[in-house]
């Protein structure tokens, strides 16, 4: 599509790399913003190329937004939103620095509508003690819900990246989490800022241990599934080994926010799953947030025919089926819903059911059963 920057970008930036795109039809325009950017280095820059088709060939028509050590912000990461209502467009990245911000976008060229140097409204970001690290930006709008949702990646990269969710009424925010608390909010001292939908984990059964899950995109289908999108690379992956895209069937809690499956996603579909079916063993994952965020194992769980079970050989609780696709889990003060669908079991090559849903502090919880 694109072998090497334009020159305005290079004479900008000093560098031929280009990362994140994303592309998105304008009437019968196709419009493909790019980072260009060295790693490590502020001096960065997100340019627009345009195309009738595609696959391109694409022609570059500016820089959007550029960004140096003068500013508190990194140009990387751009990923594009439409007002559901006006249709004006907007473009939001993430820069590491200085948190995710979202500019306004001209309607008839796709650049900057207050050039290429306003680095516009931060929409979230991170305390220093956490090396402010937050990019990947990606923000969706369910028509069901009536809110915009942002996802961003938290933290590094090379270790312990995870995805975080914030959700508003307005595509400009503010973006609040699961707590009511703004995505911008500094105070964070425990690392819980951001309702956090996925991790690195390790399920018991499987070979391989998957880390830094994030810098995700959101697919709805025209059959109104809703897919996650991102990187991942497994725990002993080496330095420049490229990374694995996982895609995963994303579902939506009764509250209204996102769950994924522990599993990629393989052709299943939400189905009905009877009681007897539900019976057995199952391996269990709850996504609590940490410091650092390291890879979450899994802890084995039993359902038994009676609505009884047993979690870690040591917690009795009480299951039972709500509905087709959902049950609920009590024990001490905590009640669990926890969606229920057939999945693929890619690790030990058979199809299995999974568990994806939240507690009542809206910490999820995955499973899938042995």
Same mark, same amino acid.
């Given at each position: 599509m694109l072998e090497c920057p334009p020159s305005d970008a290079k004479e900008w930036t000093n560098s031929d790399a280009i990362w994140a795109p994303d592309i998105v039809k304008v009437g019968e325009e196709y419009r493909l913003y790019c980072?260009?950017?060295?790693?490590?280095?502020?001096?960065?820059?997100i340019f627009l190329a345009v195309s009738d088709k595609p696959e391109g060939p694409f022609t570059p028509r500016g820089l959007v937004f550029r960004s140096s050590?003068?500013?508190?912000?990194?140009?990387?990461?751009?990923? %594009?939103?439409?007002?559901?209502?006006? #249709?004006?467009?907007?473009?939001?990245y993430g820069s590491f620095w200085g948190g995710c911000h979202i500019i306004e976008l001209d309607p008839v060229t796709g650049l900057a509508l207050n050039g290429p140097d306003d680095y516009g409204k931060c929409l979230a970001r991170r305390p220093l003690w956490a090396d402010g690290a937050i990019e990947g930006p990606y923000i969706v709008y369910n028509k069901e819900t009536e809110y915009y949702y942002l996802f961003v990646s938290y933290a590094s990269l090379k270790s312990d990246y995870n995805i975080r969710v914030g959700r508003s009424k307005s595509v400009m925010g503010p973006y609040l989490d699961h707590n009511g608390r703004d995505m911008t909010d500094l105070s964070d001292v425990d690392n819980t800022l951001g309702y956090m939908i996925c991790c690195g984990y390790k399920f018991d059964d499987d070979a391989i241990c998957w880390m830094g899950p994030g810098h995700n995109s959101v697919l709805e289908d025209f059959d109104g599934q809703w897919y996650l999108a991102s990187h991942i690379r497994p725990k002993n992956y080496k330095e420049g080994q490229p990374s694995t895209m996982h895609i995963r069937q994303m579902l939506w809690t009764d509250d209204g926010w996102p769950v994924v499956s522990p599993e990629e996603y393989a052709g299943e579909?939400?189905?009905?799953?009877?009681?007897?079916? %539900?019976? #057995?063993?199952y391996e269990r994952i709850r996504l609590q947030p940490m410091v650092p965020q390291g890879m979450l194992t899994s802890v084995k769980m039993t359902l038994r025919a009676n609505g009884t079970g047993m979690l870690a050989d040591s917690v009795r609780f009480k299951w039972q089926q709500l509905d087709d696709i959902t049950i609920q889990i009590t024990y001490a003060a905590t009640t669990e819903? %926890?969606?229920?669908?057939?999945?693929?079991?890619?690790?030990?090559w058979k199809p299995t059911l999974i568990l994806t849903g939240t507690d009542d502090k809206h910490i999820c919880i995955w499973g899938k059963k042995y």
């Open positions: 980072s260009n950017s060295s790693w490590g280095v502020r001096q960065s820059c050590d003068q500013i508190p912000v990194n140009a990387i990461d751009a990923g %594009l939103v439409t007002n559901h209502i006006t #249709g004006q467009m907007y473009m939001v579909y939400v189905q009905a799953v009877t009681a007897k079916q %539900l019976v #057995g063993d819903k %926890l969606k229920v669908m057939p999945a693929w079991d890619h690790e030990a």
